[in-house]
Structures are given as structure tokens and as C-alpha cells.
T-cell receptor, first 112, second 114 residues
Framework: DTGVSQNPRHKITKRGQNVTFRCDPI?????LYWYRQTLGQGPEFLTY????????KSRLLSDRFSAERPKGSFSTLEIQRTEQGDSAMYLC??????????FGQGTRLTVV | AQSVTQLDSQVPVFEEAPVELRCNYS??????LFWYVQYPNQGLQLLLK??????LVKGINGFEAEFNKSQTSFHLRKPSVHISDTAEYFC????????????FGTGTRLKVLA
């Protein structure tokens, strides 16, 4: 059990550029979640995968955001045409059941 | 829909003193309850969880919480804090079915003073 791994840890990008983040969940965890956390706030749910199927998306996930989980393993979160308001910590979590979700260390995005 | 309210944004407390971090939730369905801790620039680590059964839940690092259904509360307590407990603490709920996604409160920053 090596934990949930997120890459990169930090990303600085210019407004209007596209960025992609990767999340490697704990192996055999079929549930995968993406959350966004802005300064001084709790994490907010973005999207949920069960295996490779994306079963729920928050209204926070605008059409500039897309997430995938091919083959039910790692997941990617892409933001197109980044805006300054996208600056946040993006957290990935995985779980096998409801007992607990394990969080990665997050990817901090700064849009300049 | 569920919501979580953490009434205190910051709690300063002296080392070895007891502390209580308050959490109230709102939900029309049955929920599970969690407390997570976040150290600077880190992800979240589970402290404890309530799924069912005994309303007093013990977690890691000497923390405990009590589920009170009538008051819809899940307050976190520690009888004696250490400097190393300085961190952000988040209360979260999830529905007991479906996606099990978390709804988090806005967090309480615990600052332990020497």
C-alpha cells in the first residue's frame, strides 16, 4: 500500500493554458474522487468514478474541466483555458468501500 | 442535500489543555460522519469515523468524537493537546448509500500554544 499518488505536486500556468493532473489511487480501490480546495475552505466534490465509469459530476465541474479514468486505474483531470479562479489545490481520493477514503497530497495549481 | 457547519474557524489552546472542535450537520437521510486532519501543504488524514453503533468514537492521536443525533452534532475532543496537533481539522458527512462522496465543513484551524 503506497498510498494515493498525485502528480505534479505544484503547477504554475499562464491564464488560457491547458493543464492536466494525474492521480494514481491505491491499487484495487474501485472508487475514485476528485475534490477542489481553495484557500480557507474545505474540499469541494468535483467528480466520482466507480471503476472506469464517471457516475457523478458536480455543477462546479464546468465544461472546461474533464476527467477520465481509463481501465479503472489511474485518473486524469484536465482543465482547458485556465482562469485565475481555477487556482486551488486539487485533491484525489480513493476507497474500496465506505470505511474511509484515502487522500493524496494534492496538486496545487496557480494560474498567473 | 447535506451540509456541514464548523462553528469555529480558529481555536487557540495552550499545550496540555483540553480542546473541543464543534461540528453540526444537516441531512434528510442517514449519513456517515468523519473527522480529517490536514497539515500544511498536505492531503487529508482520517482521524476517526462514525458509521453506526456506539456514539462515542475513538480515533488516532488520542482524539475522540461523540455522535449526537438529536442535536445533529459530531464534536471532536482531545483531553490534552500537543504542539504537534496544530493543523486544520475538517468535519465531513457522506450519505450512507450512493457515491459516498464527502461534504466538508469549512474547517477549524487548531493552534496549540506553548
Amino acid at each position: 500500500d503506497t498510498g494515493v499518488s498525485q502528480n505534479p505536486r505544484h503547477k504554475i500556468t499562464k491564464r488560457g493554458q491547458n493543464v492536466t493532473f494525474r492521480c494514481d489511487p491505491i491499487s484495487e480501490h474501485n472508487r475514485l474522487y476528485w475534490y477542489r480546495q481553495t484557500l480557507g475552505q474545505g474540499p469541494e466534490f468535483l467528480t466520482y468514478f466507480q471503476n472506469e465509469a464517471q457516475l457523478e459530476k458536480s455543477r462546479l465541474l464546468s465544461d472546461r474541466f474533464s476527467a477520465e479514468r481509463p481501465k479503472g486505474s489511474f485518473s486524469t483531470l484536465e482543465i482547458q483555458r485556465t482562469e485565475q479562479g481555477d487556482s486551488a489545490m486539487y485533491l484525489c481520493a480513493s476507497s474500496r468501500d465506505i470505511i474511509e477514503a484515502f487522500f493524496g497530497q494534492g496538486t496545487r495549481l496557480t494560474v498567473v | 442535500a447535506q451540509s456541514v457547519t464548523q462553528l469555529d474557524s480558529q481555536v487557540p489552546v495552550f499545550e496540555e489543555a483540553p480542546v473541543e472542535l464543534r461540528c453540526n450537520y444537516s441531512s434528510s437521510v442517514s449519513v456517515y460522519l468523519f473527522w480529517y486532519v490536514q497539515y500544511p501543504n498536505q492531503g487529508l488524514q482520517l482521524l476517526l469515523k462514525y458509521l453506526s453503533g456506539s456514539t462515542l468514537v475513538k480515533g488516532i492521536n488520542g482524539f475522540e468524537a461523540e455522535f449526537n443525533k438529536s442535536q445533529t452534532s459530531f464534536h471532536l475532543r482531545k483531553p490534552s493537546v500537543h504542539i504537534s496537533d496544530t493543523a486544520e481539522y475538517f468535519c465531513a458527512v457522506s450519505e450512507s448509500s450512493g457515491t459516498y462522496k464527502y461534504i466538508f465543513g469549512t474547517g477549524t484551524r487548531l493552534k496549540v500554544l506553548a
